[in-house]
Structures are given as structure tokens and as C-alpha cells.
């Protein structure tokens, strides 16, 4: 929506052995803190005596929830899922949690990352006899646990058993009929954390998620480690942890809320340093005034600010009350769009030499047509400043970046897209900056899509 690169999900988990929670509220108030990692379709599982219920359909958690579905799924175990869908992975069939039986009980996935080679491992499963009813990489993690549980003593080991057989991003949150487990890939692509509320253990994509149910924030969850926690306990495993990690550095650029702090590292500051890092490259008189682009430019922009003395104001007014709805039926009105979602402020705006802060840019007619707003709001000079390096190469592991043939920077040079976007200067952050921007991480990140460096092997581009 609105040209801007989506994440694919978020998760959420809650175990509360003392049963003095409402486990299904707390993981439809944690959903709500995540709804920005996906808005097509979501849903909650939830262990009631050890039968799994689920509840999950396409839209936001207001459409989708009601008081009597909320009311209807009681338990002590749940967990949670908000979605964003690719085009091959469209339909109420793919939507999450995942919930089958087998022989010994049932069991729940939510899921967020993507396989690398999913296509493949499904057409070996499925010549060794297996049967897939979604297009979902949750389905084939579920089956794969299950096939490997019937060999060992618990879930969790099934689930270690096979993590070398997964190749990519997968952070995840499992449910069965008396257990919680959480696991990170070995290469910790996607965040994923543990909190606690009261004697409650909690999962979640996000710490601003813990955060808003009352929670407290524990620690991250290590690279390929998996935690299992049941009515005596939490107990840790971390046989697959100790590789070289590529957490997603887009995580901190654009995909997490500014409140949620990511292996050690605060989203807020992280978007502030990337604007400091874009200010220092710049003249110190380029500009009457710096705004940001809602809402993660926002952050970018009081960095550079901070840096060139340059005073931030606020340029651009977001309407947060377009419904997801109103969108779809106006999908090709992409310039009506962005000026019913951002509305340029002439009385800041007026006579003034403007630099823009924004996150990215894909295909370059989102902010083609918002330079012509605030132009036309009566800037003289719009300096387009963004705050990640041109995206050049698609992604394997769970960010809907497209081919290269629809990223404006495959196409064209920086000149060439200044012109076409119709600003008098245009910056991006250097590849090197980009360390600065994570500092305080404790992990090392992913830069495929800016760089081509990929962690691991991946297919050919179709």
C-alpha cells in the first residue's frame, strides 16, 4: 500500500499456568501493538484442556474479532498471528495460526519469515506421501515437527531435530496440547522476544507488544535458540545457536514500531542515527526546514535535524482513519491515495527550501506524487533524503521486495531518479553508514537487499 515495502507477520504467544489471565484478551491486545506487521488477515488459537480452538479470517482485528468469538476462546495457552500476504500466498486457506492433529494431539504454528527453497522441500515431503492443504511455510513446519515428534520424546527436540533442514527466516511461536515453544532461525533474521506478565510467559515478535499487555521484557530470544515453557517451567535450548547472525536491518529502518527495542538495539535511535548519517553528508545550508514522512520517516527526520541545526517541523499530516477497505476498491488511484493519506501543511510549508525524510523508495511514483504536494503546498526546494541505500535485490527471507525489474534504483541512476521523482536533490544512506545505524545491536544484520550479500545460498531470480 502506497508503494512501501511490507513485512509478512507478526506473532504473538501467551502460557499462563496459574490460569488467573484472560490468555485470549492478552494475545488480541498484543496482536493490536503488531497490527502494523500485517494487515490482511489475522487470528488466535487457544489450548482449553488440551483441545485447541482457532479463530482466524482476512482483515484487521477489529473485523475480525467480536466479543462472543473473544469470549468463545477460553483457555490458558494462546497464541496469536497478524499477516501480510504475498500474491502467491493470497487466500483464507494460508491464513495463521496453522492448527492439525495427529497422533499425538493437536498442534498450532504461527509463523513469520519465509523458507528459502519452500517449493522444494514441499515436493519432497509430498513424493515421501505427505498432503498440503495451504501454500503456507507454517504447514510445512507443522508437518515436519509432527513426522519428527514420533521419534523423540518432546516437540521441542522434533522441532531442533529438523531446524538444519530449514533453510531461512523463521520466527515462530508452537502450541500443542500441554506445551509453548518459541524458536529463532539460527541466523536470527526475524525478532523475536520473551516477556513475562504476572506468572504468565509471554512471546512476541515485538517488545512494544509485551509492552502494551502490561508485560515485562526479559531478553531477546537467541539465534537458533528454542524455549519451551509448560506448568513446571521454562527450559532453554540453544544446540543450534552460535552461527553467524544476519538479523533484517530493514527491521529497524522501517518494519518495527520506534518504541520496540530489537537485539539490544532501540528502533527510535537507530532511525534517528540514520538521519544524523544522511545530515553529515549534506551542505549545512541546504534547507529552510526538515519533515518526515509518517510515521518512520518521522524518526529519521529529528536525527537529521539534531545533526544539521536544521529546525524540524511538522509538514505532512497523516489521515490514520483509511480503511483497509477503501483502499483495495482504489488500488489504482495511487496519486488520490496519497494525498487522502498524507496532506502537506502550507502554513509550515510556504516559502520554504524543505527537506524530506523518508524510509525508501520502490518504484518511485508514491513519492513522485507527494513532492508534487508539497510543492504545490508552496515549498520552493524539496530535498528528498532517505534513510536506507537503494533497494537493488529482491528478498528470500519474508519482506515483500520486488523483482528487480520493479525497483526504480535497478532501472535508473541516482540523476535519473531525481528527475523522475521530480526533486531538486536526492541522497540515500551510504552502505557504510549502516553500521552506525545499528551500533548498539548485538547481533549482526542482513544487507542482501542492498547489497546482494546473501547469508545463504538462494534461487535464481524467475
Do not use: W
Not at 513485512?7 to 484478551?25: L, R, S, Y
Not at 506468572?199 to 539465534?223: L, M, T
Not at 528527475?419 to 542482501?448: F, H, R, T
Amino acid at each position: 500500500m502506497f508503494g512501501k515495502i511490507h513485512e509478512e507477520c507478526g506473532v504473538f504467544g501467551i502460557f499462563d499456568p496459574a490460569k488467573k489471565i484472560n490468555v485470549t484478551q492478552t494475545t488480541y491486545s498484543g496482536l493490536y501493538a503488531l497490527q502494523h506487521r500485517g494487515q490482511q488477515s489475522c487470528g488466535i488459537a487457544v489450548n482449553n484442556n488440551g483441545m485447541i480452538y482457532n479463530h482466524n479470517d482476512e482483515g484487521l482485528l477489529n473485523e475480525v474479532f467480536n466479543e462472543m468469538i473473544l469470549n468463545y476462546l477460553k483457555g490458558n495457552i494462546a497464541i496469536g498471528h497478524v499477516r501480510y500476504a504475498n500474491s502467491e500466498n493470497k487466500g483464507r486457506e494460508n491464513n495463521l495460526p496453522y492448527v492439525s492433529k495427529y497422533t499425538k494431539g493437536q498442534i498450532a504454528v504461527s509463523y513469520n519469515g519465509s523458507l528459502v527453497g519452500a517449493n522444494e522441500i514441499r515436493s519432497n515431503l509430498e513424493d515421501s506421501g505427505a498432503m498440503f492443504h495451504t501454500n503456507s511455510d507454517a504447514e510445512i513446519i507443522a508437518y515436519m515437527v509432527s513426522r519428527e515428534r514420533l521419534k523423540t520424546v518432546s516437540t521441542e527436540q522434533a522441532l531442533i531435530n529438523i531446524m538444519d533442514r530449514l533453510t531461512g527466516a523463521y520466527s515462530l511461536v508452537i502450541m500443542t496440547p500441554n506445551k509453548l515453544i518459541a524458536a529463532r532461525d539460527p541466523k536470527g533474521f526475524r525478532p523475536l522476544c520473551m516477556g513475562s506478565l504476572g506468572d504468565a510467559v509471554i512471546f512476541a515478535s515485538e517488545s512494544c507488544a509485551i509492552d502494551a499487555v502490561g508485560g515485562k521484557f526479559i531478553r531477546d530470544i537467541q539465534p537458533g535458540e528454542v524455549v519451551a515453557v509448560t506448568k513446571d517451567g521454562v527450559e532453554s535450548f540453544v544446540e543450534k545457536c552460535g552461527q553467524k547472525t544476519t538479523s533484517c536491518i530493514f527491521e529497524h529502518i522501517y518494519f518495527a514500531r520506534p518504541d520496540s527495542v530489537i537485539d539490544g538495539q532501540s528502533v527510535h535511535f537507530a532511525r534517528q542515527e540514520a538521519g544524523k548519517c544522511l545530515a553529515k553528508r549534506d551542505k549545512k545550508n541546504i534547507a529552510d526546514i526538515v519533515i518526515g514522512v509518517p510515521d518512520s520517516g518521522i524518526d529519521a527526520a529529528l536525527g537529521y535535524a539534531a545533526e544539521s541545526g536544521i529546525p524540524y517541523g511538522i509538514g505532512l499530516n497523516k489521515n490514520r482513519y483509511i480503511g483497509r477497505t477503501f483502499i483495495q476498491t482504489a488500488q489504482g488511484e495511487r496519486e488520490n491515495l496519497v494525498r487522502l493519506k498524507l496532506n502537506p501543511m502550507p502554513s509550515v510549508l510556504k516559502g520554504k527550501r524543505v527537506v524530506v525524510v523518508d524510509d525508501s523508495i520502490v518504484r518511485g511514483t508514491t513519492c513522485a506524487h507527494l513532492i508534487e504536494l508539497i510543492r504545490h503546498a508552496g515549498a520552493t526546494e524539496v530535498h528528498f533524503r532517505i534513510s536506507s541505500p537503494p533497494f537493488l535485490n529482491p528478498c528470500y527471507f519474508g519482506t515483500d521486495i520486488a523483482s528487480r525489474d520493479k525497483l526504480i534504483a535497478c532501472r535508473l541512476t541516482l540523476e535519473e531518479i531525481r528527475k523522475e521523482i521530480g526533486a531538486d536533490s536526492l541522497a540515500y544512506l551510504e552502505i557504510e553508514d549502516l553500521k552506525q545505524v545499528v551500533k548498539d545491536s548485538n547481533i549482526e544484520y542482513c544487507d542482501a537487499c542492498f547489497t546482494g550479500n546473501y547469508p545463504v545460498k538462494v534461487p535464481g531470480e524467475n
